[in-house]
């Protein structure tokens, strides 16, 4: 019982008929209620049933945004898969294992664009910013998170200077007396 519990589960989840949010929250919630009205039925998977049915409740909030959006994935199998291409071609790039930096710093516009151009090609004017007022925060943004590291950069190459510098800057900011 508990096997065509859980494929019963997956059908409705798979979601062949394309039904909308609504009617596969319905239908999995219906589910679910007979799950819990009829757990002896499972027998030793009992316990195995509570858990189904408490990981069930605990994603319920995003499990079903999917079907209402196009071309959302619907598992985070999906999400990894379609931005472990880009940890692939960086790894291939930089013949790292780990991210490199400017993926780290420069990510959130990296990525972005990278999943973009990966749906299809983009002409000149199409990647021009529409908004200049938003493309200048958005570079403010880069720029202070290489500040950032730049700083704790100097701080763990020679942090006695670093600290001393600091002292200088604050000695000059002070108000005279």
């Known amino acids: 019982m508990g096997f065509q519990w ?97 993926l780290v710093l420069r990510g959130s516009a990296r990525l972005v664009s990278a999943a973009a151009t990966r749906l299809r090609c983009r002409s000149g004017a199409e990647l021009q910013p529409r908004d200049l007022d938003v493309w200048k925060q958005l570079r403010q943004q880069l720029d202070a998170r290489c500040h950032t590291r730049r700083r704790g950069l100097h701080f763990r190459r020679d942090h006695e200077k670093y600290l001393a510098e600091l002292e200088e800057q604050a000695g000059k900011l002070a108000l005279p007396s």
């Open 6 to 102: 859980v494929h019963s589960a997956a059908r409705i989840l798979n979601n062949v008929e394309t039904l909308k949010a609504a009617e596969v929250e319905r239908r999995y919630q219906a589910l679910l209620d007979v799950m819990a009205r009829d757990r002896e039925k499972a027998g030793a998977l009992a316990p195995a049933v509570d858990r189904f049915l408490r990981v069930s409740r605990s994603y319920w909030p995003g499990l079903f945004h999917c079907y209402d959006m196009k071309g959302l994935p619907r598992t985070n199998n999906d999400l990894e898969q379609f931005f472990g291409s880009s940890r692939h071609h960086e790894r291939r790039a930089t013949g790292r294992k780990s991210a490199p930096r400017g």
